[in-house]
Structures are given as C-alpha cells and as structure tokens.
C-alpha cells in the first residue's frame, strides 16, 4: 500500500517557524514533482510550493522568502520549511507527489492526509 505521510504541523506563534515533512512509502519505482497545498476554512486548496526531481522550485507569491521547500531522493521525502509565520497561513497542509510504482509504468497522484498548521497573532 503506497502511502504519503505528513508530520510536523502545530500550533505557534506569529513570526515562528514549523518544518513539515511527508514520507512516501511502499512500493515506489520513481517520484516526480513533489508539491505541498494548502486550504483554510471555506477556501479552496491552493499550491503553496514545488519541486520537481531535478531540484527546480516554485513558490506561492505569498509564501516567498520566508518558505524553503527541499527535498531527499534518497528517503522519498519532501520538507517545507517555514519561517516568519502569520495568522494568515493557519490552514492544513497537504503534500502531494507524481509517482510511478513500477519502471515504465504510469504516473499517478498521490495525497497525503494533511497537517494542521496554526498561528496565533
């Protein structure tokens, strides 16, 4: 069973910082973009940052500068690095990542099951 698994959100203050991880795990031939999400209450989900497996980036214009996403090949995980928190990215976080389970095979969507992240003015 391929699984993504989120850990690190929590609750912090205004100007903190958190570091997310997400590990896939199971039976992975190749990972390809790996993408973390956000979504607030009564808001749509939305892209908060990417890499792909030649290490480009892209950031949300909102989180620029102050979040770092990286990722570990080697251990099929992707962080998000978080400085200077604000109450406005209080949201749950998904991580999402392009894999294929066998060489040569499709690439499909994979979903973690989100962490919560709250910030306290």
């Known amino acids: 069973q391929l699984q993504l698994v989120e850990s690190g959100g929590g609750l912090v203050q205004a100007g903190g910082s958190l570091r997310l991880s997400c590990a896939a795990s199971?039976?992975?031939?190749?990972?390809?973009?790996m993408t973390w999400y956000c979504q607030a209450p009564g808001k749509q989900r939305e892209l908060v940052a990417g890499?792909?497996?030649?290490?480009?980036?892209n950031y949300a214009d909102s989180v620029k500068g102050r979040f770092t996403i990286s990722r570990d090949n080697a251990k099929n995980t992707v962080y998000l690095q978080m400085n200077s928190l604000k109450p406005e990215d209080t949201a749950v976080y998904y991580c999402?990542?392009?894999?294929?389970?066998?060489?040569?095979?499709?690439?499909?969507?994979?979903w973690g099951q989100g962490t919560q992240v709250t910030v306290s003015s």
């Open positions: 999402n990542a392009e894999i294929r389970r066998t060489y040569g095979g499709a690439w499909f969507d994979y």
């Open positions: 199971g039976s992975i031939s190749s990972i390809r973009a």
């Open positions: 890499i792909t497996d030649g290490g480009s980036t």
